[in-house]
C-alpha cells in the first residue's frame, strides 16, 4: 500500500526542526519512504494506491503521550474539587473496576486520543492485558504495564500482585509491532523495598522499561526524609533503577540532587511531565527548565483521564506555555517550536522509541497527524509553531495515521464508531456509577 501525502507544510520536528512548505510524503506499508517539495513532485511520477490532499494544512508527527491511565475514564469529573481525591475517590472505587469495563474504557481514551492526534501512549494501570488488546485493535502505539501496589486491587486480591501478572505480560506482548509491554510499579511510597528490588531484577530479565509516580505527593517525599534520610529518588538509585531504562512521571519535587542524579543516568531516566494534572491538583510546577538545562529528556503527558481531565496534548502544550512562563516570570521562555518538540520527538525520546517515531524522517515509522488550517482559530498563521501551542485544539486534527493505518479521516474514526465505543463503555459503566453515587 502507497499512500501520497500532498499539498501540506511539513513541520518535521526533526532535529533540525527542518520544514517543508508546500510538501508531500509518501508512504509505503507502515514507514515513510519519500519526503520533497510541491515543484519535485511535479518532476517525478510516483505510482500510489491513495492520494491525500493536505490543503495547506500542517503535518506534523504524531504526538505523543508520555503517562496515562486509559482505563480510568469513568472516574472524569468525579470529585475534583475534592482534597485527597486519590484516597476518597479512586482507590475505593477502583475495586469496582472490571476486565470489561477496562476494555470499554480503554477503547473510548482511545478514541479520544487519536481523534485529538496522539498516536503513542503510555499507559500505567489494571487488567493491562485488556488494554494492551485495546491497543491492537484500535491500531494505536502503546507502551502497557500493569500497576504493582502493595494493596489488593480489582484485579488481584494479594497485595503487590500485579507483579504476579507482569511476567507473563511481558512474555506474551513481547516483539509485538504495536504494543511493548513494560513494567508499572505504582510509586516507591506504595511499594515495599523488596518489591522494588525484585522489579529491577525483573527489568533486566526481560529488558523491560520500567514507569512509575515518582516524586508526586508532598507525603511521600516526607515519608521518605523520616524512614531513610533521603528523597524517593535518592533511594532509588540505591536499588539501580536509574541504570535501568526509566520513566519517571512527575518529578514535581525533585531536588538539584535530584536532577544530578536523573541527569547522570545518560539518558536512561527520563521524564514525563504532565503540567495539567499537577497544576490542577495544586501540587506545583515540575523544574523542567533546570531539567532541561541539564540534558535530561522530558515528555508532555496528559495523566490519567480524572486528574487531568483531557488526554489530548493541545491543552498541555498551552498549560505548559503558560505555566512554566509565568512560574519564572519569563515570556521568551520555551519558544513555541520546543514545546511541539517536547510533545512529538521530546516524547518518543522519552519512551525510548525516538529511533522509530517522534519526527517525520525517511526510514522512521509513518505516525502522522494532520492538522487542518480552514478553522476560524487557525487564521492567520505567521508562526506555524505558535499556532499549534497557542492557537490550534483537539478539534483541527483533520487525519491521523499510526504505523501507516490512516485510523482518523475528515475528523472521524475510520475503522470504528465512536458511538458505539460510548455505548458500550456506558452499559459496562452501570454498577461503577452506583457505586460512585455512594460516596
Same mark, same amino acid.
Given at each position: 500500500?502507497?499512500?501520497?501525502?500532498?499539498?501540506?507544510? @511539513?513541520?518535521?520536528?526533526?532535529?533540525?526542526?527542518?520544514?517543508?512548505?508546500?510538501?508531500?510524503?509518501?508512504?509505503?506499508?507502515?514507514?515513510?519512504?519519500?519526503?520533497?517539495?510541491?515543484?519535485?513532485?511535479?518532476?517525478?511520477?510516483?505510482?500510489?494506491?491513495?492520494?491525500?490532499?493536505?490543503?495547506?494544512?500542517?503535518?506534523?508527527?504524531?504526538?505523543?503521550?508520555?503517562?496515562?491511565?486509559?482505563?480510568?475514564?469513568?472516574?472524569?469529573?468525579?470529585?475534583?474539587?475534592?482534597?485527597?481525591?486519590?484516597?476518597?475517590?479512586?482507590?475505593?472505587?477502583?475495586?469496582?473496576?472490571?476486565?470489561?469495563?477496562?476494555?470499554?474504557?480503554?477503547?473510548?481514551?482511545?478514541?479520544?486520543?487519536?481523534?485529538?492526534?496522539?498516536?503513542?501512549?503510555?499507559?500505567?494501570?489494571?487488567?493491562?492485558?485488556?488494554?494492551?488488546?485495546?491497543?491492537?485493535?484500535?491500531? %494505536?502505539?502503546?507502551?502497557?504495564?500493569?500497576?504493582? @501496589?502493595?494493596?489488593?486491587?480489582?484485579?488481584?486480591?494479594?497485595?503487590?500482585?500485579?507483579?504476579?501478572?507482569?511476567?507473563?505480560?511481558?512474555?506474551?506482548?513481547?516483539?509485538?509491532?504495536?504494543?511493548?509491554?513494560?513494567?508499572?510499579?505504582?510509586?516507591?511510597?506504595?511499594?515495599?523495598?523488596?518489591?522494588?528490588?525484585?522489579?529491577?531484577?525483573?527489568?533486566?530479565?526481560?529488558?523491560?522499561?520500567?514507569?512509575?509516580?515518582?516524586?508526586?505527593?508532598?507525603?511521600?517525599?516526607?515519608?521518605?526524609?523520616?524512614?531513610?534520610?533521603?528523597?524517593? @529518588?535518592?533511594?532509588?538509585?540505591?536499588?539501580?533503577?536509574?541504570?535501568?531504562?526509566?520513566?519517571?512521571?512527575?518529578?514535581?519535587?525533585?531536588?538539584?540532587?535530584?536532577?544530578?542524579? @536523573?541527569?547522570?543516568?545518560?539518558?536512561?531516566?527520563?521524564? /514525563?511531565?504532565?503540567?495539567?494534572?499537577?497544576?490542577?491538583?495544586?501540587?506545583?510546577?515540575?523544574?523542567?527548565?533546570?531539567?532541561?538545562?541539564?540534558?535530561?529528556?522530558?515528555?508532555?503527558?496528559?495523566?490519567?483521564?480524572?486528574?487531568?481531565?483531557?488526554?489530548?496534548?493541545?491543552?498541555?502544550?498551552?498549560?505548559?506555555?503558560?505555566?512554566?512562563?509565568?512560574?519564572?516570570?519569563?515570556?521568551?521562555?520555551?519558544?513555541?517550536?520546543?514545546?511541539?518538540?517536547?510533545?512529538?520527538?521530546?516524547?518518543?525520546?522519552?519512551?525510548?522509541?525516538?529511533?522509530?517515531?517522534?519526527?517525520?524522517? %525517511?526510514?522512521?515509522?509513518?505516525?502522522?497527524?494532520?492538522?487542518?488550517?480552514?478553522?476560524?482559530?487557525?487564521?492567520?498563521?505567521?508562526?506555524?509553531?505558535?499556532?499549534?501551542?497557542?492557537?490550534?485544539?483537539?478539534?483541527?486534527?483533520?487525519?491521523?495515521?499510526?504505523?501507516?493505518?490512516?485510523?482518523?479521516?475528515?475528523?472521524?474514526?475510520?475503522?470504528?464508531?465512536?458511538?458505539?465505543?460510548?455505548?458500550?463503555?456506558?452499559?459496562?459503566?452501570?454498577?461503577?456509577?452506583?457505586? /460512585?453515587?455512594?460516596?
Amino acid at each position: 500500500m502507497k499512500t501520497l501525502i500532498k499539498d501540506v507544510h @511539513i513541520l518535521s520536528m526533526d532535529h533540525d526542526f527542518s520544514e517543508v512548505k508546500n510538501g508531500f510524503v509518501l508512504i509505503e506499508e507502515e514507514r515513510i519512504t519519500k519526503i520533497g517539495s510541491r515543484s519535485e513532485l511535479d518532476s517525478i511520477t510516483i505510482q500510489v494506491d491513495q492520494v491525500i490532499d493536505g490543503k495547506n494544512g500542517l503535518l506534523i508527527p504524531g504526538l505523543i503521550n508520555t503517562h496515562t491511565h486509559a482505563g480510568m475514564i469513568p472516574f472524569r469529573s468525579l470529585g475534583d474539587d475534592v482534597p485527597d481525591r486519590l484516597r476518597r475517590f479512586l482507590f475505593p472505587l477502583e475495586q469496582h473496576m472490571t476486565k470489561k469495563l477496562v476494555r470499554a474504557s480503554s477503547n473510548y481514551a482511545i478514541a479520544e486520543m487519536l481523534l485529538s492526534g496522539v498516536t503513542t501512549f503510555c499507559d500505567m494501570y489494571y487488567f493491562e492485558n485488556e488494554v494492551a488488546e485495546s491497543c491492537k485493535k484500535m491500531g %494505536i502505539r502503546a507502551l502497557v504495564g500493569e500497576t504493582i @501496589i502493595d494493596m489488593p486491587t480489582c484485579d488481584s486480591q494479594s497485595p503487590s500482585g500485579g507483579y504476579e501478572h507482569c511476567e507473563t505480560f511481558l512474555k506474551n506482548w513481547q516483539n509485538d509491532p504495536l504494543v511493548t509491554p513494560i513494567i508499572a510499579p505504582h510509586a516507591p511510597n506504595t511499594n515495599n523495598p523488596e518489591i522494588l528490588k525484585k522489579i529491577v531484577e525483573l527489568s533486566e530479565k526481560y529488558n523491560a522499561p520500567i514507569t512509575m509516580h515518582v516524586a508526586e505527593m508532598t507525603y511521600e517525599m516526607a515519608e521518605f526524609q523520616e524512614k531513610y534520610k533521603q528523597t524517593p @529518588i535518592e533511594f532509588l538509585q540505591t536499588l539501580g533503577y536509574f541504570e535501568r531504562d526509566f520513566i519517571l512521571a512527575h518529578c514535581i519535587f525533585a531536588t538539584e540532587k535530584d536532577l544530578e542524579i @536523573i541527569a547522570s543516568s545518560n539518558g536512561k531516566a527520563r521524564v /514525563a511531565h504532565c503540567i495539567g494534572a499537577n497544576t490542577k491538583s495544586a501540587k506545583g510546577v515540575a523544574p523542567i527548565k533546570k531539567m532541561l538545562e541539564k540534558n535530561i529528556v522530558v515528555g508532555l503527558g496528559t495523566d490519567g483521564p480524572s486528574s487531568g481531565n483531557t488526554l489530548d496534548l493541545f491543552s498541555q502544550m498551552r498549560l505548559f506555555a503558560n505555566m512554566h512562563k509565568t512560574h519564572n516570570q519569563d515570556r521568551a521562555l520555551f519558544p513555541a517550536k520546543e514545546i511541539v518538540r517536547l510533545a512529538t520527538l521530546g516524547g518518543a525520546e522519552t519512551l525510548g522509541i525516538a529511533d522509530q517515531v517522534g519526527s517525520i524522517e %525517511i526510514g522512521k515509522k509513518a505516525d502522522l497527524t494532520l492538522i487542518e488550517t480552514d478553522s476560524v482559530n487557525m487564521f492567520p498563521i505567521f508562526d506555524p509553531y505558535s499556532a499549534i501551542v497557542y492557537s490550534a485544539n483537539a478539534s483541527n486534527v483533520n487525519s491521523v495515521w499510526v504505523n501507516g493505518r490512516k485510523l482518523v479521516s475528515e475528523k472521524k474514526m475510520v475503522e470504528q464508531g465512536l458511538k458505539e465505543i460510548k455505548e458500550t463503555l456506558y452499559h459496562e459503566m452501570a454498577n461503577f456509577v452506583v457505586e /460512585a453515587k455512594k460516596l
